[in-house]
Structures are given as structure tokens and as C-alpha cells.
């Protein structure tokens, strides 16, 4: 299948014909040696009427688990199934992923993230022109989105949907927010309440009245099953409950909604041992790893000030002081929690080495 060359402007120009699939590379800028810049993005327009949907992965470019799910949500899809326009963007942070780096490096003197600007340049900072190309251009027609992303470097998270809540929402958008979080089908949504203004590309769609969700899975710069497929089943689900794809959601036995989230940090450097995975149960006062020092004493016992759920867990065992081990999302549902049937594709989640703590 060919790929067309545009700009962010031409892209916003083009009209992709009922029932037709196109490629483009949209270009934001070059490398030092001259070589394009540009961001993937497929666009799938079905027969029939429906609503002009926008699914992205890559934001951080480490995501390599929610990339590989949008490339491949994005092949696979086709037409003859698409109710309305499907725009896939399987790499938002081109740049960051050219030099293999979580946030594109050379934004001198600050490097940026994409999900703190206030808004896009056309003339700015490479981040800024992502932005722009993305929320001012791809976006530009968009009805609903979803932001589709991994997890950092270092660290495992367990699937969840992440509704970020600024207040800037017009209230019909934050309803039919809260409605596709549920039915994005994960068990953990995270109702996430930031800052009044906060930018980057799920806030502003939002304020523009174009409701905006993000989902989560997955390991830092792997890609390994079953977090590509979790991935894709909630994309697809986003799709069923927007209208542009026919079929019964897959749903959960049970979810629940969390707002608070701590971090379970070390006090002290050393080498860890974890003794919990993403998706599990902890309860106040557990301990949930240790750090060790280097003639293999125990400097210090973690333990969780609340009740809730193991979302993050990071994988490397070389700590400084400060680190994050893992993170609690608050919430007592304990037992049923513990009870409930699990997803077949959670259930494949591993995370050697947790469990059982050192005797």
C-alpha cells in the first residue's frame, strides 16, 4: 500500500474516500543529517456514516508495548468493519523514538513532554510541533480519542483505564468520559485529578468537546504478550461503545474506580526484593519489599500505608534513595477483589522473583 508525504497542514486537507484505507507520513521536521522527521498515521473510512474516531500509542517512546497494539490495531483493520473514520497514530513522539529516548532529547534548553504543553507550535520546539501536527491537524476532526500508553523504563503496570479530570471538561464531554472508561473494559479505571490547564494532547481534545480517555498496560521498552493484546481488546471496546465498530464489548467481572495513588519509595540504596506484582491485593501495614545492602543486610522493610492495589511495580533492582519500588491505588474491596474472575489475558500477566519474601 502506498504512504503519502504531507505536511501537517496538506493532512488536514485530505479527504480519504468511503470505503478506501490510506498510509501517510506526516512530516514535523528533520535529524542534523537532513533525513525527515514524520509521524505514522493510517486512516480507515468505513461505507457508512459514523463518527470520526482517533486512536494514538507513543507519546513516550519507551511505550513499546501500546505502539506495537496501535500498528497493529491499525493493519488489521479494514473498512468493511468501520462505521464511520477510524485515524490510527501508532507514534506520536517520532523524534524521541529516532533517538531511543523516552522524551525527544535535543528540545534545548528544557527537554519537554508532550502531556505538559499548553498547546502546539507550528513553529516551535520539535515537541511543540508533534503537538501541533496531532492535536490542531490529525485531530482536527476528531469526535472521540483514545491515548494509548505502556509504562516507564524501569517498571510493569497492570492494565487501567486513566481518566485525567482538570475541571476545564465541558460537563456533556466528562460524562461520556466516564462512561467509556467503564466501557473500555479494564477492572481498574483511574479517575485522575490534575490541575486546571494542564496540557497536552488528552486535556486539550477534552476542552475542545471532544471526549478523550487513556489506557495503560504494560512493560517499558518490552513487548511482550499478553500486554499487546489487553491493549488492542480495549481498543477495540473503545471503538464498539463510540459506534465505529459493531459488536459486544468485552467486559469484566468486576471493576472498580480509584482516585489516590502512593508511592512506596526507598528510604535508603541498596538492592531490592519485591514482594508483590501489578494486580495484587495489599492490605495497610504489609510489607511489599526490602532493600538490602551489599553484604546482604536489611537496611529497611517497605511496607503499604493503605489499602489497595499494586498498579506499578518497577523491574530493576538497583535502588537510590527516593526510588519508587511500586505504587498503591487506594480501595477496600479486598476479598471480592481477591474473589473475582479474572480475564483470561490478565491472568497470562507474570512478573518473576515476587511473592515470596527472602528468608
Not at 50 to 78: C, M, N, W, Y
Not at 246 to 266: C, F, Y
Amino acid at each position: 500500500m502506498p504512504v503519502k508525504h504531507v505536511t501537517p497542514e496538506e493532512f488536514k486537507k485530505e479527504v480519504v474516500a468511503p470505503g478506501a484505507k490510506e498510509r501517510f507520513l506526516v512530516k514535523i521536521g528533520e535529524t542534523s543529517t537532513g533525513s525527515e522527521v514524520a509521524i505514522p498515521v493510517v486512516v480507515v473510512r468505513g461505507q457508512k456514516d459514523g463518527p470520526t474516531v482517533l486512536i494514538t500509542a507513543g507519546q513516550h517512546a519507551e511505550e513499546t508495548g501500546s505502539i506495537d497494539a496501535v500498528k497493529r490495531f491499525g493493519g488489521q483493520l479494514t473498512p468493511e468493519e468501520v462505521s464511520g473514520t477510524v485515524v490510527v497514530v501508532p507514534l506520536q513522539n517520532a523524534p524521541a523514538w529516532i533517538h531511543r529516548s523516552r522524551l525527544y532529547p535535543f528540545d534545548a534548553p528544557t527537554v519537554t513532554d508532550i502531556g505538559s504543553l499548553p498547546r502546539g507550535e507550528a513553529g516551535g520546539v520539535m515537541t511543540a510541533r508533534v503537538l501541533y501536527a496531532l492535536v490542531d491537524c490529525i485531530a482536527a476532526n476528531a469526535n472521540f480519542a483514545l491515548d494509548v500508553h505502556g509504562t516507564h523504563l524501569d517498571s510493569m503496570n497492570y492494565p487501567r483505564t486513566m481518566t485525567i479530570i482538570t475541571g476545564d471538561e465541558p460537563p456533556e464531554v466528562h460524562e461520556k468520559r466516564l462512561e467509556l472508561s467503564r466501557k473500555v473494559g479494564y477492572e481498574v479505571i483511574h479517575l485522575w485529578k490534575v490541575p486546571s490547564g494542564r496540557g497536552g494532547l488528552t486535556p486539550i481534545l477534552n476542552s475542545r468537546g471532544c471526549p478523550t480517555i487513556a489506557i495503560e498496560a504494560g512493560e517499558g521498552w518490552r513487548n511482550l504478550e499478553p500486554f499487546p493484546s489487553i491493549l488492542i481488546r480495549g481498543i477495540r471496546n473503545f471503538c464498539k461503545a463510540v459506534g465505529a465498530l459493531s459488536g459486544e464489548l468485552e467486559m469484566p467481572s468486576l471493576q472498580v474506580e480509584v482516585t489516590r495513588r502512593v508511592e512506596i519509595t526507598a528510604n535508603h540504596g541498596g538492592l531490592s526484593n519485591l514482594f508483590v506484582m501489578p494486580g495484587q491485593y495489599v492490605r495497610a501495614g504489609e510489607v511489599v519489599g526490602q532493600i538490602r545492602d551489599m553484604f546482604d543486610d536489611v537496611l529497611e522493610e517497605l511496607k503499604t500505608p493503605i489499602n489497595g492495589l499494586i498498579i506499578r511495580c518497577s523491574l530493576l533492582p538497583t535502588v537510590a534513595t527516593g526510588a519508587r519500588l511500586c505504587n498503591v491505588s487506594e480501595t477496600d474491596i479486598g476479598e471480592k477483589w481477591e474473589k473475582r474472575v479474572i480475564p483470561e489475558l490478565e491472568k497470562q500477566i507474570t512478573l518473576s522473583g515476587t511473592h515470596r519474601p527472602r528468608k
